[in-house]
């Protein structure tokens, strides 16, 4: 089991970054692929980017790959998500998930996700 916290939202201008961070308690963190979904008012939760357990394999859904992309440090038990050129539809709540499963299969169907941590507000002002 694992349990996730996110950091690192805030209010930013457009055409700013910022970088998520997600730390996962225990130290099964290094063996969970870890993803980043998004949820606007309105809208349901979208994947945003992946990354499996060793940090070697990444996605990043492809009217995001310019702009945003996902790490990890193991060692720190964190993954990040850096999200460059921000526009006012980035505007979101941002959850990270672990998924035991090393690739993360199971992002690609949300029901099947069983660790998500709390989220933090990332808010684009144009």
């Known amino acids: 089991q694992v349990q996730l916290v996110e950091s690192g939202g805030e209010l930013v201008q457009t055409g700013g970054s910022l970088r998520l961070s997600c730390v996962g308690s225990g130290r099964a963190f290094g063996s969970y692929a870890v993803g980043w979904f998004r949820q606007s008012p309105g809208k349901g939760r979208e994947l945003v980017a992946a990354?499996?357990?060793?940090?070697?394999?990444?996605y990043c859904i492809d009217s995001l790959k310019e702009r945003f992309a996902v790490s990890r440090d193991n060692a720190k038990s964190t993954a990040y998500l850096q999200m460059n050129s921000l526009k006012p539809d980035d505007t979101a709540v941002y959850y990270c998930?672990?998924?035991?499963?090393?690739?993360?299969?199971?992002?690609?169907?949300?029901?099947?996700?069983?660790?998500w941590g709390q989220g933090t507000q990332v808010t684009v002002s144009s």
């Open positions: 998930a672990a998924d035991p499963g090393p690739y993360g299969d199971a992002f690609f169907n949300i029901s099947r996700v069983a660790y």
């Open positions: 990354i499996n357990w060793s940090g070697r394999s990444t």
